[in-house]
């Protein structure tokens, strides 16, 4: 993989931030210099930012490597980092949530009150049996129930495995039993774009025939649909917390104590459960979340949109906020119910500070113009964020433009399930922003971008991103499959973890992520990331969205085959020529005839997931003709039936 990228090697404007957003930052500004004099002492110093009951002597034990152990002689207990530290310091009645549902109901709940709910959940589940160990399974929405059901776990050292709202019944089955799970909390249905999912239905239909380790299912009445209890497993939450006490202590367990299990998003075969602790995963998911985002807890409204399903939503939506004391947004709905205002809706109600998001959302709005954003006032902004897969330069710099009023910062994030946490990112009072670059490793993460042979590629080079030195957030394996861990993430390069990213290396050593690197394509012996071309398709004044697959083709090898989503805003001007052709052309140009696409195929939406990835393995099924596979992670799964049908009727015509 050593194809050079021209782009790379070429002078990028870089905005620099602005005196007086450095003069306001509250992050100190040696942290990248501490980190590289000593990498251990500096973790163990964001370490000690947390309440440990037992303080910790010993930082990383890496003898059993790939499996780490960090700060394993101390403990703690991740509830009262997020809950109980900050009431018993004076800021019980801080806002910790503000929430909105769907159909515009609210709530706004205290770091008091959210300690109080989680103290009697945390009763409520060991009169159940519920013991330090034990996995309770959580199949819920976007709601404050949701947050107090993964806290309490957390504050019993139970281990909490989040089940993302819109997965089947199979799906289910499959994670509750490889987990082996005691408890399902769920709810009765949450709304979507305006209907009830009936939630509790699905888990019914899950622990039919399976589930034999489920003892309990809670039921959090939401919706009021009809659902069916049965005598003796099924509880309804209300009814079960009013009888326990909201007094509850919580207890000091080791840094290493499992913590939760998330298995991965659009696997195909048995489900792939990464396991998260406690010490080492806390430590930097909190560091970063106030670093990153240049946090100021006594007056930030800080919103992260992704699902607590994922991982995004996990790190920077419960456990860094919550345990740097933040005040957040959290919505329960669809971006565009009842329309496409929503978000911005919500923006200008609560004043938001820092908006965390995709770039997936950002291209869905780039396709509607200005006019929507442009019709609220979004000035509380302060701070932009983007987290899921690379973000185009394009993209960047519309949402600094449009959303961000052409003032703030945007830091681009790169991380994984795996990794937990934040891994490469730029510091927003520190570094000169440039459009599209991942830029620089947090400080105490140590990467290389290296080729097959695990050489460190020149820059302008396309490499593998590889992770040199184990860091506090890792996954400490896959769940009850150890050989699978390191057969998948630690063999291609013994000792050093492979994200399985592509990635390349400017002249000035920032990093550029180029994606999967299955999503890299081998075109007449040249590879091409196809992020380059999506971009190349982005930067065309027709195009809001774009994915693009590497397809079989008998004469190159693999063709490219491109999806895009055009500009409602000009539709006068596309239909006055022919789109597919234009874009084809322009791609041939801007990067060269090899990489010309094969086939453009103009389609209204593109298949994601509710955490904003474009599902481009369904796009390479479709591309080559085979049958799609599991959609039940897709936010809307007829958006591929309608492509798929639009390619059938696309061939016919042919």
């Known amino acids: ?51 440990w009951h037992t303080p910790f002597t010993q930082v990383l034990d890496w003898s059993d490597a790939p499996i780490a152990k960090w700060f394993d002689d101390g403990e703690l207990n991740a509830s009262y980092n997020c809950l109980d530290r900050h009431v018993l310091a004076g800021n019980g ?149 009013a009888q326990v006490s909201d007094e509850h202590v919580a207890k000091a367990f080791p840094a ?49 949109t992704a699902d607590v399903g994922w991982v995004t939503g996990h790190s920077y939506l419960v456990y860094g906020p919550l345990a740097n004391g933040a005040t957040q947004l959290m919505y329960e709905g669809a971006h565009d119910f009842p329309d496409l205002g929503r978000w911005f809706e919500l923006i200008q109600k609560y004043g938001v500070t820092i908006l965390y998001t995709a770039p997936t959302a950002i291209r869905s709005y780039m396709k509607t113009g200005r006019k929507i954003p442009e019709a609220y006032d979004l000035t509380s902004i302060r701070l932009l964020g983007s987290v899921g897969e690379p973000i185009n330069p394009e993209a960047w710099e519309w949402y600094r433009e449009v959303i961000g009023g052409n003032r703030v910062p945007v830091v681009d994030t790169w991380w994984q399930t795996e990794t937990g946490a934040v891994m490469i990112s730029a510091i927003p009072s520190q570094t000169s922003l440039k459009p599209g670059a991942a830029q620089k490793p947090v400080p105490g993460i140590v990467v290389s971008v290296v080729d097959e042979q695990g050489n460190r590629v020149d820059p302008g080079e396309m490499g593998l991103l590889t992770i040199t030195e184990p860091w506090p957030a890792m996954a400490r394996g896959i769940y009850g499959d150890r050989e699978r861990y390191v057969e998948t993430y630690w063999s291609q390069f013994p000792g050093r973890y492979f994200a399985g990213d592509g990635a390349g290396v400017d002249k000035d050593g ?127 799964s007829a958006v591929m039936s309608a492509i798929s049908s639009g390619m059938a009727q696309g061939s016919a015509d042919d």
């Open 93 to 241: 009645d801080r806002v910790a949530i503000h929430w909105e549902g769907e159909p515009g109901d609210t709530r706004t709940i205290t770091y008091a009150e959210l300690l109080g709910e989680v103290k009697r959940a945390a009763n409520l589940y060991e009169s159940l049996g519920v013991t330090a160990g034990d996995v309770v399974a959580i199949y819920m929405p976007m709601l404050p129930e949701t947050i107090v059901a993964i806290l309490a776990a957390a504050r019993i050292g139970a281990v909490h495995s989040v089940i993302f709202g819109g997965f089947s019944a199979d799906s289910i089955r499959q994670r509750v039993e490889d987990a082996n799970a005691k408890l399902v909390v769920t709810t009765d249905g949450s709304f979507r774009r305006g209907k009830v999912l009936p939630l509790k239905d699905t888990v019914d239909a899950a622990l039919d025939g399976g589930g034999a380790s489920v003892e309990h299912v809670l039921v959090v009445q939401r919706a009021k649909n009809d659902v069916s209890i049965t005598e003796g497993r099924d509880l309804w939450w209300h009814d079960e917390i």
């Open 510 to 636: 920032d990093l550029w992520l180029l994606g999967r690197v299955d999503d890299v394509m081998n075109v007449s012996g040249h590879r091409l990331s196809t992020m380059e071309i999506e971009s190349s398709l982005v930067d065309h004044p027709f195009v809001a969205e774009a994915a693009v697959v590497g397809a079989t083709d008998e004469t190159t090898g693999q063709a490219v085959v491109a999806f895009v989503v055009l500009k409602q805003s000009q539709a006068d001007k596309i239909a006055a020529t022919d789109p597919v052709s234009d874009l084809r052309s322009h791609v041939a140009k801007d990067i060269g005839s090899f990489a010309r696409p094969r086939e453009v195929h103009i389609v209204d939406e593109l298949p994601k997931t509710r955490s904003g990835k474009i599902m481009r393995r369904l796009l390479r099924d479709v591309a080559d003709g085979k049958a799609v596979g599991d959609t039940t992670t897709l936010t809307d």
């Open 256 to 304: 290493e104590q499992p913590l939760f299990i998330l298995y991965t998003s659009g696997t195909t075969g048995k489900p792939k459960g990464l396991l998260h602790t406690t010490g080492g995963y806390l430590t930097q998911a909190s560091f970063t979340h106030r670093t990153l985002f240049d946090l100021q807890p006594e007056t930030d409204v800080y919103w992260c």
């Open 1 to 51: 993989m050593s194809d050079k990228i021209d782009y790379l090697l070429e002078d990028i404007e870089t905005i620099t931030p602005s005196p007086e957003f450095v003069a306001a930052s509250p992050v100190p500004t040696d942290l990248d210099e501490r980190a590289k004099a000593d990498r251990l002492g500096f973790w163990a110093e964001q370490a000690r930012d947390l309440h």
